[in-house]
């Protein structure tokens, strides 16, 4: 299996480009963010057309999310459990959910399709926003992991956080002053480790970024980003055979300002002698 998560900003903008992208690349799983649309306004017959199915959620012309896969999606869920919402200047419990997350099963593993809130400055409310976010997120997984501990999990997409200070090329996002490089993001990052994942891209590509700003000629002076990521449990991590981030993809007529990142998986039972990536220490 082909796995792929990209940020595509905007599906009607750019869909061409990204059904020849997957096509092209043999992308079996294609997980989607920020499509800013509704599922009324989908092209999904660009896509079945290229022979997927596809599942996408989306509220608005902002967020919103999505999964295309060669085969069926299997127990499609539109949020993980206790995921909070987000309404400004609405407080309280029952603020409404955005559409920032797709699950689906595909061939025996769980992929989920995910959007990360920005957090927008630090002082913001969307910034505890995000925390909070993320703190149920990794509680889902622990969850996830308790109950089925050889589960093939995968969480995809864009989390708008850069873990290390190496993922950072970007000089108008300051440690201490900006969003996405913050010691409670990058603590909230690896707390999801903690849950029992694993980035299974790094390994395999240890320096790379994803995202460039539009603005500033970021991308040819490659000040990015490194923000997508694949995080897989063990049994994902075991099954991974390659890995690449697709840094071309950024160039050409209306690039997303992400790229796509991608992973092979080798999905039969891997023997004791054969030579898989040291993901999980």
Known sequence: MRLATWNVNSIRARVGRIVDFAQREGIDVLAMQEIKCTPAQFPFAAFEEAGYHVEAHGLNQWNGVAIASREPLEDVELAFPDMPGFAKGHEGPDQPQEARAMGATVGGVRVWSLYVPNGRGLGDPHYVYKLDWLGALAQ??????????????????????????????????????????????????????????????????????????????????????????????????????????????????????????????????????????????
């Open 140 to 281: 889902y997984t622990r969850d996830a992991l308790a109950r089925t501990p050889d589960l093939a999990l995968a969480l995809t997409g864009d989390f708008n956080i850069a873990p290390t200070d190496e993922d950072n090329g970007d000089p108008t996002i300051v440690p201490g002053l900006s969003t996405h490089v913050s010691e409670p993001e990058r603590d909230a990052f690896r707390a999801l480790e903690a849950a029992g994942l694993a980035d299974v891209v790094r390994p395999l590509v240890p320096t790379g970024f994803t995202y460039w700003d539009y603005k500033q000629l970021r991308f040819p002076r490659n000040q990015g980003l490194r923000i997508d990521f694949i995080l897989g449990s063990r049994a994902f991590a075991d099954a991974v055979t390659g890995a690449a981030i697709h840094r071309d993809e950024r160039k050409g007529d209306a690039p997303s300002d992400h790229v796509p990142v991608v992973v092979d998986l080798d999905t039969a039972a891997p023997d004791e002698d054969d030579d898989v990536p040291m993901i999980f220490g």
